[in-house]
C-alpha cells in the first residue's frame, strides 16, 4: 500500500512539473500512459454503453407498464329536448371528465427478435472489451516506442561525446607542439573548426533528445515541462519465430473484433427477419373513469374495472420493406467477413515484412557492434599515432567520422530491431513489460 501511495504522489510531482530530476522506468512510464490515456477512457466509456444496453429490457423482452390520468374541466352551454318532451336549457353548465388508468403488457412472440437483439448487444459489448484490448496495446507499443526512440538519441549523443573528447585530444596536442615549433596554424585552426563542428552539433543533438522526452510527455498526459531522465539501454529479445507470431494472430483484438462484427451482423439479419413474422402480446389493466355534468340527459357516468387482452399483429404487406431490409443485412455480413478476411490477409503480410526486417537487424546488430569496437580501436591507434607524428589531421578526422558513423548505424540497428520485435509482439497480443 506505501509503494502505490509513493508512486502516485511521484506521479503528481512528474505531472506538476515539482521534480527537477526524475529517472523515468519504462513500466512506470508505461503504467502513467494506461492510467491518463484519452484513448483508453474514451474505450471504457463505450464499453460502459454496451455494457449498460446488454440488457433484456433494451432488447424488449421486459414487461411495459404504464399508467396515465386525465382530468378535465369543461364549461358550455345545454339546449336538449328529450322524447318525454322535457326541454333542458341552460347556459354555463360546468362538466368534469375523469380518467385513470394503468396497463401492462408483455412480448409472447415475436418470431424470435428480442432474443437475436438481446445476443447481438451482448456481442457488443464483447467487442468493445476486444477494441479496449487493441487500444491498450496500441498505447503500450507507442510508449516503448518513444521510450527507446529518447534512448537512441542519448547514445547519438555519447557518440558525439566521445568524438568531442578526441577531439579535445588532438587540440591539445596540436598546442604542445606548436609551442616547441612544430605544429603550424593550419592544423590548429582546423582542429579548432572540427571541435566547433561537433559542439554545434551536440547542441542540435541535445534539441532532439528534449524534444523527444516531450513528446512522451505528451503521451503519458503530463506536463510537458517536467524534467525527466532515462537511463536504459535497449534489449532486443532474439527469440522470436514467425510461426509464433502468425499462430498468435488469432489472439489478435482487432481479429477477434472483426469476428465478433460478423455474428452482429447476423443477428441483424435474425431481427430484420423477424420483423415478417406475427407479434402477440398481452395486455392486461384497470381502468377509471367518471363523467360528471351540471346539465343534460346523464348527469353522472362511473365505471371500473380491469381488463385482459390478447393483441396479434400481423404483417402482410408493406412493399416488401422488410424483404430488402434482410438483404441489405445479408451483405452487411458477407461485407463484415471480407473485412475480416482483408483485415488477416494485411496482418499477415505485416507480420512477414515486420520478421523479414527484425531477422535481418539481427544479424546486422552482431557486425555492428564488431565494426563500433574496431572504429573506436582505430580512433585510438590514429590518435595515438598522431602524438607520435605518425598520422595527419586529416587521418584522425577520418578515423572520427568511421567511429561516429558506426555508433550511429549500430544505435539505429538496435532500435530498428526493437521496433520490429514492439511491432510483432503487437499483433499476437504479446506485449507485455
Known sequence: MIKKIFFGINLLLLGSGMYAQKILRLPDAVNMALQSSLDIQLAQNHIAQD????NKGVAGGLPLLTANIADN????????????????????????ALSAGITGSILLYNGGRVVASKKRLAQLETQSRQLLTSQVQEVIASVMIGYYDIVRQQEYLKTIDRSIDASNQQLQMIKVRQSVGLANNADLFQAQIDLSNLQQAKLAQQLVISQAK???????????????????????????????????????????????????SEYIVKETEALRYPSIRATTGYNFIRNKTAAGNILLNQNYGPTVGLSIGIP????????????????????????????????????????????????????????????????????MRFDLRQATIV?????????????????????SAKTAEIALKRMANLLKL
Open 214 to 264: 516531450t513528446e512522451l510527455l505528451r503521451m503519458l498526459t503530463a506536463n510537458p515541462d517536467s524534467s525527466i531522465e532515462i537511463k536504459d539501454s535497449i534489449e532486443v529479445d532474439k527469440n522470436i519465430m514467425l510461426a509464433d507470431i502468425l499462430n498468435g494472430l488469432s489472439n489478435n483484438p482487432d481479429i477477434i473484433a472483426a469476428d465478433n462484427q460478423i455474428k452482429i
Open 73 to 96: 374541466e369543461q364549461v358550455s352551454s345545454v339546449n336538449q329536448k328529450l322524447n318525454s318532451g322535457a326541454n333542458i336549457n341552460r347556459n354555463n353548465a360546468a362538466s368534469n
Open 51 to 54: 455494457s449498460i444496453n446488454n
Open 316 to 383: 402482410i404487406y408493406n412493399g416488401s420493406v422488410y424483404k430488402r431490409q434482410k438483404q441489405v443485412a445479408q451483405l452487411d455480413v458477407q461485407n463484415a467477413g471480407l473485412q475480416k478476411q482483408i483485415l488477416i490477409r494485411d496482418y499477415n503480410a505485416n507480420a512477414v515484412k515486420q520478421y523479414q526486417a527484425y531477422t535481418i537487424s539481427i544479424h546486422q546488430l552482431d557486425s555492428a557492434v564488431a565494426a563500433y569496437g574496431i572504429a573506436e580501436k582505430l580512433l585510438q591507434l590514429t590518435l
Open 395 to 415: 587521418e584522425v578526422r577520418n578515423a572520427q567520422q568511421s567511429f561516429e558513423e558506426s555508433g550511429y548505424r549500430l544505435v539505429n540497428i538496435n532500435f
